[in-house]
């Protein structure tokens, strides 16, 4: 399977691809994961996204559409992947719409964890990190709506919608029906 995973900071999203790349075989693809290992191994396109990040600027997204076409190419991400932090815009899910065309496949879903931000908040403060505070969270939070909201309409029926309030568990149980699996 092919999917993108969409949800509000907190959503849990980082904790639901985990299980869902193990139970489906399919690799958890991250854009964070991504940068950090290009960095980390010197890569052109480490190299270049640092000069961004160093410049405290946004990795434009035709850095970031590279890393993702390079990782997608892995022999392990042959059968499927679950994508996390990209597309972000429009514009990236169209790009990855063309990438997909280009070798044959198409997405199988997108899955949009949905939380309300009360809970985002709370969840977030209880992870106790430091440059977390209800005011940056919901500065995060509003972000998010203003970048992802046109992404939502974008995928329209592709999009199946998890309620992502409770426990992990249950959360799982949610996206894996809905998944058929």
Request: glycine share 10%.
């Amino acid at each position: 399977m092919r999917l993108v995973l969409l949800g509000p900071p907190g959503a849990g999203k980082g904790t639901q691809a985990a299980i869902i790349s193990e139970k489906l075989g399919i690799p958890h693809i991250s854009t964070g994961d991504l940068f950090r290992a290009n960095i980390g191994e010197g890569t052109p396109l480490g190299v270049e996204a640092k000069e961004y990040i160093d410049a405290g600027k946004l990795v434009p997204t035709s850095v970031t559409a590279r890393m993702v076409e390079e990782r997608l190419a892995e022999a392990d991400a042959k059968n499927g992947w679950l994508l996390d932090g990209f597309p972000r815009t429009v514009e990236q899910a169209e790009i990855l719409e063309e990438l997909l065309n280009s070798q044959g496949q198409k997405l199988d879903g997108v899955i949009n964890f949905q939380v309300d931000e009360d809970t985002v908040v709370a969840r977030m403060l209880a992870r106790g990190r430091a440059d977390d505070n209800e005011d940056t969270i919901r500065t995060r939070l509003q972000v998010y709506r203003d970048e992802t909201a046109p992404l939502i309409d974008h995928y329209g029926d592709a999009l199946i919608n998890i309620d992502a309030d409770g426990e992990v568990e249950q959360v799982n149980a949610r996206t894996m029906e809905k998944l058929g699996k």
